[in-house]
C-alpha cells in the first residue's frame, strides 16, 4: 500500500474545524465498510470516497452532527463499494462557517474468488505502565505491522489499559528507566466517560497507531482492560483505587468510549450494536468476533456446572453463524485462549474456560457443548486466534487427547502484546486436548519485561487464493518471522 502521510491538527479552536486524530476505517467486509474521524468542536461530518486519490468520481456522504456528546467523534458507514478495490477515502467537517482541510485514508475491499488475502492479528496496547516513549520510538509494533501490508488488523482486545496508571517513568526490571508521554488524567485509572475516552485517544496520539489506520481496517474487540482487569458484570470493587466501585457503570462508561473511538458498525443500533458480529471477507474467508466480557458469569472456582462465557445467545449465534458460513475458513476471533490457565487471583479462582484439571466443569460445559454441536453439524476448517497472555503461542486441540468426547481438531494461535509487559507462558489444561506447538515467552519468573526486552509479538495469516491454503505466522515486534504453518482446507488437521 502507499503511505499517505495521515495528518493530525493540534487540539485548539481555529478559525477552521480540525481533525484532531487521524482517520480510521473498520469493519470492512461484503455489507460495506466504517470510516471514522474527530474533530476540534462540533460540526457535521462529510465523506467522499472513490477508487483512485484524484476523486475524480467520488461519492459524497454527509455524516453525523459531532458534538461533546459524542465527545466530537463519529462515524459513516459505506455501502455499495466495489468488489476487489482501493477505497480511497477523505474526511472533512463542517461548521456552517467553513471547512476543515480534508485528511486521507483508504482500504481495500473483499476479494473475489481465486485472490489471495493476508490478515494481521494481536492484542494489548499500552499495558503495564508501558505508554508512548519517544526516545524508544513510540508504539513501534505497530509500524510493523504495517509494513506488513494487511488487507486488514483484528485488535483482539485490550485495546487500552483503563486500569494500568501511565506515569511519567517507571524503573524496569533491569534497571532503565522508561520514560512515558502522559498527563494528569492518564496516571490514574479510568472512572469516568471523560477518563475513559482519554484513554482511547491516547494511542491514537501515536504517529504509528495513526498511520496504520489511516492504510489498514481495523476490526476491534474488547477484553478487561477496557474496564478493568478480570472483570465480570455485576461484580462490586474492593480495589481502593476506585470510587465507582460499580463495574457495570464503569464497563458501561468504557463500551461507549469503545464504540465512541473505534469504527465498530453500529447499524441501526446505535451504539447498543453487539460487540460479537460476523464479517465477510470475500468467498473463502469470514471472521466472527465473539465478546467474552459482557455475559459471563463471575470468576470463580470454575468447578462446579455448567457456567457462561459467552453465555447462551452468543454461544448460539456463534454455532448457527459458523454452520451457515459458505466461506473455505472461518475465523473465530476469541478475546482469550481456550486452555490457557489464568488464575484470578489468590483465592483459587479463574479468569478463563480451564481450571487446570482434566475434568469439564464450570465455563468448559459450555465450550463443550459448542464444539460438539459444530462437530454434528460438520463445520470445517475454523482456526482460532486471540491474545491476552502477553506471549506467542501455537495450541493444537484432538479430542483424542482430551476428555470432552467427540469433535473437531482445531488450532489456536496465540499474539501480542502490542506494546504492553510480556510475561508467561501459562500452564495448559489437557481438557479438550490442548497440545503446544510453539511458544515464545519471556524466561519463567521473569515477569512483566518491557517492550525494548523484545518480546512483543503479532501474527499474520495468508490466505491463498489458488490452493485456499491458509498459512499463519507469529512474528516479533519489529516484523521477524518466528514460526510459521499452513493448513490446508478441509484436511486431517490431527
Avoid at 237 to 244: A, K, M, V
Wanted: proline share 6%; aromatic share 8%; net charge negative.
Amino acid at each position: 500500500m502507499t503511505a499517505l502521510g495521515c495528518r493530525r491538527g493540534p487540539a485548539v479552536h481555529t478559525d477552521r474545524p480540525r481533525l484532531t486524530h487521524g482517520v480510521q476505517s473498520g469493519d470492512v467486509d461484503a455489507a460495506g465498510a466504517v470510516v471514522w474521524a474527530r474533530c476540534d468542536r462540533s460540526a457535521t461530518m462529510v465523506v467522499e470516497w472513490d477508487t483512485t486519490p484524484r476523486f475524480a468520481t467520488g461519492r459524497r456522504v454527509s455524516g453525523p452532527v459531532v458534538s461533546p456528546d459524542s465527545d466530537l467523534a463519529g462515524t459513516v458507514e459505506l455501502v455499495g463499494l466495489p468488489t476487489a478495490q482501493t477505497v480511497c477515502y477523505r474526511i472533512t467537517f463542517e461548521d456552517g462557517r467553513t471547512r476543515s482541510e480534508p485528511v486521507v485514508g483508504q482500504f481495500l475491499t473483499p476479494p473475489a474468488a481465486g485472490a489471495s488475502v493476508r490478515f494481521a492479528w494481536s492484542g494489548d496496547t499500552c499495558g503495564q505502565g508501558y505508554g508512548i516513549n519517544p526516545d524508544w520510538g513510540g508504539l513501534r509494533t505497530y509500524a510493523a505491522v504495517r509494513r506488513a501490508a494487511p488487507a486488514f488488523f483484528l485488535h483482539s482486545g485490550d485495546l487500552v489499559y483503563a486500569d494500568n496508571p501511565i506515569l511519567p517513568e517507571q524503573r524496569t526490571l533491569d534497571g532503565r528507566l522508561w520514560k512515558n508521554v502522559t498527563d494528569e488524567t492518564l496516571a490514574r485509572v479510568a472512572e469516568s466517560l471523560t477518563d475513559f475516552r482519554r484513554r482511547f485517544a491516547y494511542n491514537l496520539e501515536d504517529e504509528h497507531v495513526r498511520a496504520l489506520a489511516a492504510e489498514v481496517p481495523l476490526i476491534a474487540q474488547w477484553d478487561d482492560h477496557e474496564t478493568r482487569n478480570n472483570w465480570w458484570p455485576g461484580q462490586v470493587l474492593t480495589d481502593d483505587r476506585y470510587r465507582e466501585r460499580s463495574v457495570d457503570v464503569l464497563a458501561g462508561r468504557a463500551r461507549r468510549a469503545l464504540f465512541e473511538w473505534t469504527p465498530i458498525r453500529r447499524g441501526t443500533a446505535g451504539l447498543a450494536a453487539p460487540i460479537h458480529r460476523a464479517l465477510h471477507y470475500g468467498p473463502d474467508l469470514d471472521v466472527f468476533v465473539v465478546d467474552l466480557r459482557s455475559f459471563r458469569a463471575a470468576n470463580d472456582l470454575n468447578a462446579g456446572g455448567a457456567s457462561a462465557m459467552l453465555g447462551g445467545p452468543q454461544a448460539r449465534w456463534l454455532a448457527d453463524a459458523l454452520a451457515a458460513s459458505r466461506a473455505t475458513w472461518k475465523i473465530v476471533a476469541c478475546d482469550q485462549p481456550l486452555s490457557l490457565v489464568i488464575p484470578d487471583g489468590d483465592g483459587g479462582n479463574h479468569e478463563g474456560y480451564p481450571q487446570g484439571d482434566r475434568a469439564a466443569r464450570g465455563r468448559e460445559l459450555e465450550l463443550a457443548a459448542l464444539l460438539a454441536d459444530l462437530h454434528r453439524r460438520a463445520v470445517t476448517n475454523v482456526v482460532w486466534l486471540t491474545a491476552d497472555v502477553h506471549y506467542a503461542a501455537a495450541h493444537h486441540y484432538d479430542p483424542a487427547r482430551g476428555t470432552v468426547g467427540d469433535f473437531t481438531p482445531f488450532w489456536e494461535f496465540v499474539a501480542g502484546p502490542l506494546h504492553a509487559g510480556s510475561f508467561g507462558p501459562n500452564d495448559l489444561d489437557s481438557t479438550f486436548g490442548a497440545q503446544a506447538r510453539f511458544v515464545w515467552a519471556p524466561p519463567p519468573g521473569t515477569g512483566n519485561l518491557a517492550p525494548w526486552d523484545g518480546h512483543q509479538s503479532f501474527g499474520t495469516v495468508d490466505l491463498d487464493g489458488a490452493t485456499r491454503a491458509l498459512t499463519v505466522r507469529l512474528h516479533d515486534g519489529d516484523g521477524g518471522e518466528r514460526f510459521a504453518i499452513t493448513l490446508p482446507p478441509d484436511a486431517d488437521v490431527r
